[in-house]
């Protein structure tokens, strides 16, 4: 089958309005009138972000999410997405149906269409990039440097699942409910909370929390106190023991958010989250970096602070 | 140097406005007020789209300039990317530095800044995405389906310039003067022309001319008909002999234009390509696919059409 052959069958199915059914040079579309454009992009690579035998409908969903957590936590409403496939000749039969399922069942699942794209080969590994488009008010996208002094310290969900999820894929942990591998295969993007008004400052927990959290904290010019008993654990991650709190803290894949809100906002930011868990974790500060204490009010110190792709 | 160092030091200086540094989740841009926005993606793949030891900033600028021949396809006004690098542990001391000078030199030229991206890591291959943002009048933008019986077939420059290049790159002809090599290495898109009104349909000559000149007929639902020796060669194809005509007709990589015109604007479009050669080659009917006549007349006929990425 032949790359036109290819985006006709599986691609163009997912084509919304605005990708002219994949069939020209570009995709045309008229932005949501008043609003600003939120633009991301992230790649999935095989043997980097993904295993050769894993599941392409999940790597799909998963290429979507991590775009959409980007999008969530810019606080704005994802619409739509371009896609680059770069896959060898020795795909397996079935990928190509499996992958497009996957994109199609979270295009329905986060009312996104598929804008454009290109494919081509490549010599031997997978290579996936999403483009995601999505809108806010003007004005009112969530950024990192926007935390004050004195606001607490959110998050959305359980931390450190992933991490968890993905030494149990590796066979070096025990996962009975596949709870931890779903987390690790399949995040949760926070997309569609109300947030603007409320949160001063926002990431995702893509590379750890404490070096996400870091992220706001450098650029609003604070500190960050971490209470590490306060973090929330799944009762799957708690029920792997205690030693396990600097992996939580340090590993990456959650797509949780992490949120700077003032504290008497705390109460309408669990209403705009009815439905997701939220949970106060600490305090930003005058100061610099993140400092996290222990149970009995210990400094803890983590020799890595999270992810970095090198 | 680590992901983050390597954005700041390398990519941060490229970011507009809309990017905010490249230090958020996602870019946050106002769109240009009453236009609608154009978006096209295209990768460039070790292996497959550039050599190993090629020059980075040329790739860099090929990266660009290939996405940046869709948005003038689309008769679009360019303005922004986003870029994704994949990027192996054994990359050249100095490769990263030489890219990004590219992409600077080049949006620096065709007035346009990085807006976002992603980096990681890959295994073996580099791979590279840019997604362009451009922007049209509403309803203003090229279709490749607006084409009509009797509309006479143009093209931008000369045709078949890049896949001579690519073989004298590859050792199997003469390019004394480096004229060829430098088509393939680093096309001209051909943004910036004023093509609405007068233009009825248009396509870039990426896969072929015959190729790309039959999506024009099938979206269009027409026959297209020319003359072969009408098709413009430049003094160094020309000088390559008289047996390269199906090769110059099907090989890629152009990246001119190929536009349906009524033969009431022929004289407006030249007047609105002033500085760029525009050739008329042939026309427009009822039916379907593409007819190539010779000098005397007869019907020609090439094994291939042009190239496809399998």
Redesign the interface.
């Given at each position: 089958m032949?790359?036109?052959a290819r985006i006709a069958e599986f691609f163009a199915p997912l084509a919304g309005e605005a990708g002219?059914g994949l069939?020209?040079?570009?995709?045309?579309?008229?932005?949501p009138p008043g609003r600003?454009?939120?633009?991301?992009?992230?790649?999935m690579?095989?043997?980097?972000?993904f295993l050769p035998g894993d599941d392409p409908a999940l790597i799909a969903r998963k290429l979507l999410r991590r775009n959409l957590s980007?999008?969530a936590?810019?606080g704005?409403v994802p619409f739509g997405y371009?896609?680059?496939t770069?896959l060898p000749?020795s795909l397996p039969e079935g990928w190509l149906a499996s992958f497009a399922a996957g994109l199609g069942r979270d295009q329905r699942q986060f009312e996104i269409s598929l804008?454009?794209?290109?494919?081509?080969?490549?010599?031997?590994?997978i290579?996936l990039?999403a483009?995601?488009?999505?809108h806010?008010a003007?004005g009112q996208?969530l950024?990192?440097?926007g935390a004050k002094a004195g606001d607490e310290i959110w998050v959305t969900g359980t931390i450190g699942d992933a991490v968890l999820g993905l030494e149990a894929r590796r066979g070096l942990r025990a996962d009975p409910t596949g709870f931890l591998t779903r987390r690790s295969l399949l995040p949760d993007p926070r997309v569609g909370l109300s947030l603007a008004g409320i949160v001063n400052a926002?990431?995702?927990v893509s590379d750890g929390l404490v070096q996400d959290l870091g992220?706001i904290c450098q650029?609003s010019g604070l500190s960050a106190v971490v209470q590490a008993d306060l973090v929330p654990a799944s009762p799957e991650a708690a029920a792997q023991g205690p030693d396990i709190l600097a992996l939580r803290l340090t590993g990456g894949d959650d797509y949780e958010l992490v949120l700077a809100v003032p504290p008497e906002k705390s109460e309408a930011l669990r209403v705009a989250c009815a439905g997701v868990n939220v949970t106060k974790i600490g305090m930003f500060k005058a100061g610099r970096g993140v400092e996290l204490y222990g149970a009995n009010n210990a400094l803890l110190n983590f020799a890595a602070s999270g992810w970095?792709?090198?």
């Open positions: 032949d790359e036109f002219l069939r020209d040079d570009a995709a045309v579309l008229t932005p600003q454009l939120v633009l991301t992009v992230d790649q690579l095989e043997g980097v972000h980007d999008l936590a810019m704005a371009l896609l680059t770069a000749p804008l454009g794209g290109d494919s081509s080969s490549s010599r031997t590994d290579a990039t483009t995601l488009l999505g806010a003007p996208a950024r990192r440097n926002a990431v995702d992220h650029e970095k792709h090198f």
